[in-house]
């Protein structure tokens, strides 16, 4: 049995990516990481940190990003499947560069997907999610924020990523040019593993977190939304939140110890009124109360992109 990591990326040490990170997180376990690496800004330097990792297994595809052809996130995906349609293992674990594995996951991980090799009813496997906010110390249990998503999938031509990269379907006979494409596609059958993604996108130091929304606004939109225009991200108050009093993965700790914002998330009360978050608007906090409270902590009304096996 082989595994393939694979992730792509653009602009990630100027917008505070935990890169590296990511791909270290799953490197003893995969046979070969490969990373569509975009084309950079002159002022970033993603390929030095990449290269700085020293490991033959890491394989770079140099490409060129295009957000006007390929609009509303569907580059992210494009970039996704460039990566994929260079790996040669049996199972493809894909890592988005905000998200990080627990070491304490991969046996886990490597016996799940031996268990399933053969049983080609499986066409991936679905991880849950932690999702960090603001610092390392606080997470969101929101009904607005998805709990599982897939991030291993087998190694077949059919499969895709889809809309902004956040999935994968299958798409036969995919012209390689609508990522929304639903007519003709499938979700994928999936099987649960027991291992979470640590998913850091929303922790950043205030101005980083804004410079990187108004890179995903562009990205998206091709312009700024009036939020996205301050100078500063508002995390709002963290004290809502539940505290997170497990350990993070241990690839973590470098830029853990480069936490130095505390005092911006304090101060949260003296900033201009803004627009509440999605999940602190009422019909958010109201579902995620009765999914906590009376559901133990299974989500209603929600959209999910696979097809889950009792496996």
Known sequence: MTISGFTMVRNATKLYYPVKESILSILPLVDEFVIALGNCDEDDDTLAGIQSIQSDKIKIIHTTWNTQLYTNGSEYARQT????QHCKGDWLFYLQSDEVIHEKYLPVIRERCHA????????????????????????????????????????????????????????????????????????????KVDAKVYHYGWVRPPHYMQKKNRSFTRDYKGDLTPEYKAEEFDYGDLGKLPLFKESHPAVMNSMISRFNW??????????????????????????????????????????????????
């Open 262 to 311: 505390q005092e911006k998330l304090d101060q949260w009360r003296e900033r201009s009124p803004r627009e509440p978050h999605k999940h602190e608007r009422f019909k958010n906090r109201l579902l995620s109360f009765i999914e906590k409270n009376v559901l133990n902590g299974r989500q209603i009304f929600t959209f999910r992109n696979y097809v889950l096996l009792d496996v």
């Open 116 to 191: 399933l090799l053969h049983n080609t009813g499986v066409e991936g496997l679905l991880f849950d999610y932690v999702h960090f906010w603001g610092d390392y110390g606080h997470f969101l249990q929101s009904h607005s924020w998805y709990a599982r998503e897939i991030r291993i999938i087998r190694n077949l031509p059919d499969i895709h990523s889809w809309r902004d990269a956040q999935s994968f379907r299958r798409i036969p006979g995919f012209d390689g040019k609508d990522f929304f494409q639903k007519e003709g596609s499938c979700k994928l059958k999936v099987a």
């Open 81 to 84: 499947d460039i990566a994929k």
